[in-house]
């Protein structure tokens, strides 16, 4: 779509030169010029030039050249500013990186916040807050719980 591209239930490729929008499912790749949007379930890849929404979850790869959001990603959230959701598997990198139930995995950025649910979680950046960590929740450069 030359402006945007709208579908039900997307099954390969769907691109959209500002918008890209599914109401259901994407199995393959959705990008979006400004931003992509998958309300149910992305099994791929979703790209935005602004950033990346699904509200409900991601498997696969989600990246936002400013921010992503997410439900549940399994897989991979890369975002130039802010990457956020509520249940994480995987690897985020961003430089504010929020997940607020779980994450499961490793956060890269300049802050990262897991919840408290969080187990076998690493963090790397300047403030690491570990919500899960009963001995220290927030620490400069690396937190951990295994």
Do not use: H
């Amino acid at each position: 779509g030359g402006l945007a591209a709208l579908a039900e239930e997307c099954s390969g490729i769907q691109i959209g030169g500002l918008v890209s929008m599914c109401t259901n499912e994407v199995n393959g790749i959705q990008i979006g010029g400004f931003a992509p949007e998958c309300e149910n379930e992305i099994n791929g890849i979703q790209i935005g030039g602004w950033g990346s929404v699904c509200t409900n979850e991601v498997n696969g790869i989600q990246i936002g050249g400013i921010c992503c959001g997410a439900g549940k990603v399994r897989g991979v959230q890369i975002a130039g500013l802010i990457s956020a959701g509520d249940k994480m598997s995987g690897l985020q990198i961003g430089a504010i990186n929020c997940f607020k139930k779980d994450v499961s995995g490793v956060q890269i950025g300049v802050f990262n916040y897991a919840g408290e649910e969080s187990d076998n979680c690493l963090q790397i950046g300047v403030v690491n807050w570990l919500s899960a960590n009963e001995t220290m929740k927030i620490v400069p450069f690396v937190n951990f719980r295994f």
